[in-house]
Every structure is written in structure tokens, then in C-alpha cells.
């Protein structure tokens, strides 16, 4: 199996996201990078706490999930074959439901651990290594997708010009940026800090620094300014979810940028597919996180004592804001993303959730 990992930052690396091994599952504690430590998980409850607490972030879930279904596998091994069919499906409930606002993309790649690990139990075997080959091609089919989308956005930037991003788009950050390199463009990048965690600060600058990209970091109060004297040509972001309606959720702030950008007439294109289960944006669940994250600064209070904080995950993005939703497929308006799935049968449409 050829990894598509291959050329990669250090932190978009399979075994730096989230690996399991002897027994264990060890996720980089994201919210301390780039200060490198893991968090070790004995159980496939302690991976969903995991997931909770935003040990990992963007993508990093859809790899840790089914790392904590491989460590599912493990916990149950030496059981009858209905015993670890019923230890693996509470697996899946347990992990899925993490994070409310992902749990329909969660539940449908840890459901596929368990089917590779039912049909493993079937023929007579320990459904371990059935299933953490399954969490393997999982990451290799959403990295090699997003190499897809990678060759699509970046068709969309000029050869010299600066792109803005928000928060941290995980997998398209790193087959954008080797798309780059590979078509010698001059790109320069303006990131956002993204509070409260500072993904943008942390994790989106480290890995375009890494990957030899020209980098410069921003405030989260400074997208405006920056677009107005510096000549940002794009602004992209990747999505926690896209309704097939046109709406973008994603980190909190996204819609704030995206207004910015319409008025300066920048594009503005989000990578990701549609998602089947969100076929309205009624449909989506908006993550309320713990308030006192934003009362500091890593750890560092910066608020009186008696101040209330406010702390949405993400926000909604409507589809009069967004210049084009890029995709695997090619690049839709946020008007017509139904024709995605034309031709699909529901098996297929599912299998985009994973």
C-alpha cells in the first residue's frame, strides 16, 4: 500500500496525528504544538475524551476515530465473535458522538472499522488487524482526495500571488502546498492566529513553514487591514461541514473574514464535498464550547475576574459569501453542490463521508 503521507509536514504524518501500537493509541496533543507531546490512550473511551477535549483538531479526529475503533479491536480480542460485535458497535456510538457538530462524519468512518471488523469475526478471525488495516485506507483515500481538491484550488491562485487561510485546513493545507512547490509558484501565505486554541498560529504557520512556504502570521483582528494593503488574491478555508444547501461551517471567525473578502472582491473558496447528512443547514448542530477559553490566552488569563466569556466552535458562512465550493469532483457554486451527487447510488453518497 503506497502511503499518500508521503512528503508531508512532520505533524500531517499518519503516526504524528494519531497511531495506535502495543495496545495504546498516541495522539499529538495539538494544542500544545509545536511543542511536541502525545497523549497516550489506553481505551477507546479515553480516544473520544480525547477527541473532546481537542487534543486533535480539523482532520485529526477522522484519524484518531478509527485508531480508537483499532484500540476498540484490541480491548476485545480473546471475546466470542457476538460479544466483540456488540463491544465494537458501542465503540462506534461512543466515539462518534465526541463532537456533535462531525458525529454524522465520525459515525460513518467508524462504522466502517466495524464492518471491517464484522467481516473479519465472520471468517474466524480477531477483527485487530482487520481493522486497523481499514483505518489505514481510510486515511489514504481522504488524503489522496484531497490531493484531487489540492490540484483544483490551486488552480484558482496565480502563479506570484499571497492567499489568505483560517484556523487549519489539516490534509488540503499539505497537498496544496506540495501542489504548489511541484508547479514552481510563488505563493505567500497570511494566516490568522485563530483564537482561543491558535490553530492558525501554531499548527497552520508550523506546517507551511515546514513545507518551505513563505509564511506570515495575523491577528484574528487583522484580515480586513491585510486584505486592503497587501493584495490577498484567495481566501480558502477547509469545512467541518457543508450543507448540500451551500452553507460553510467552519471555525468560528470564517464568516467574519468571508464578509471581509466580498467586500475587497476576493474570492472566496472552501475545500471539502458536500455532506449528505446536512442537506439543509437546519441540520447542523453549532458546537458551544467551554466560555472560559476565551477569558485567556494559552493558559494565561487575560480577562477580571467576574467577565463572562462566549465561545461557538464554528460559525455559518451562507452561500452568497462563497465564490466556489471546491471539491474532488472540480470547483461548484454553493448554489448547485445537489449535482455532486448525480449518478451516485445511497451506498456511494455515504461513502463520501468517510
Not at 508521503?6 to 505533524?11: D, E, H, N, R, T
Not at 488574491?233 to 461551517?249: E, K, L, P, Q
Amino acid at each position: 500500500m503506497e502511503r499518500q503521507d508521503k512528503g508531508m509536514a512532520y505533524m500531517l504524518q499518519y503516526e504524528n496525528i494519531a497511531w495506535f501500537e502495543d495496545g495504546k493509541v498516541r495522539i499529538l496533543d495539538r494544542r500544545i504544538y509545536p511543542k511536541v507531546e502525545f497523549v497516550i490512550c489506553e481505551t477507546h473511551q479515553e480516544v473520544a475524551q480525547a477527541i473532546t477535549d481537542m487534543v486533535t483538531q480539523s482532520c485529526g479526529p477522522y484519524v484518531a476515530a478509527p485508531m480508537g475503533m483499532v484500540l476498540a479491536a484490541y480491548e476485545c480480542r480473546g471475546r466470542k465473535g457476538d460479544e466483540q460485535i456488540a463491544f465494537l458497535k458501542k465503540a462506534v456510538e461512543t466515539i462518534s458522538n465526541a463532537r456533535p457538530t462531525t458525529r454524522a462524519r465520525m459515525l460513518n468512518i467508524c462504522t466502517q472499522c466495524l464492518l471491517a471488523g464484522e467481516k473479519a469475526i465472520a471468517s474466524g478471525h480477531e477483527p485487530l488487524d482487520a481493522v486497523f488495516e481499514e483505518a489505514i485506507e481510510l486515511n489514504n483515500r481522504r488524503y489522496a482526495k484531497m490531493a484531487q481538491v489540492a490540484n483544483y484550488l490551486v488552480d484558482m491562485m496565480p502563479r506570484q500571488g499571497k492567499i489568505m487561510t483560517q484556523c487549519f485546513a489539516e490534509t488540503i493545507l499539505g497537498t496544496m502546498f506540495r501542489e504548489i512547490h511541484r508547479r514552481n509558484m510563488d505563493i505567500k501565505v497570511f494566516c490568522a492566529e485563530t483564537r482561543p486554541y491558535f490553530q492558525g498560529a501554531r499548527l497552520t504557520s508550523t506546517v507551511a513553514r515546514d513545507m518551505d512556504m513563505d509564511v506570515t502570521l495575523i491577528t484574528d483582528n487583522m484580515p480586513a487591514f491585510v486584505m486592503q494593503n497587501e493584495g490577498i488574491d484567495v481566501f480558502t478555508s477547509a469545512a467541518d461541514a457543508i450543507s448540500v444547501d451551500g452553507h460553510v461551517v467552519n471555525k468560528v471567525g470564517t464568516y467574519q473574514i468571508a464578509i471581509a473578502a466580498k467586500y475587497h472582491q476576493i474570492p472566496y473558496f472552501v475545500t471539502g464535498k458536500p455532506d449528505v447528512d446536512h442537506p439543509t443547514i437546519d441540520t447542523v448542530k453549532i458546537e458551544m464550547r467551554d466560555p472560559d477559553f476565551v477569558l485567556q490566552a494559552m493558559g494565561v488569563r487575560t480577562a477580571a475576574e467576574g467577565v463572562k466569556g462566549y465561545y461557538p466552535s464554528f460559525d455559518i458562512t451562507p452561500p452568497h459569501l462563497v465564490s466556489g465550493v471546491v471539491t474532488d469532483k472540480g470547483i461548484y457554486s454553493p448554489y448547485d453542490l445537489p449535482r455532486y451527487f448525480e449518478g451516485m447510488t445511497e451506498d456511494e453518497k455515504k461513502e463520501l463521508m468517510v
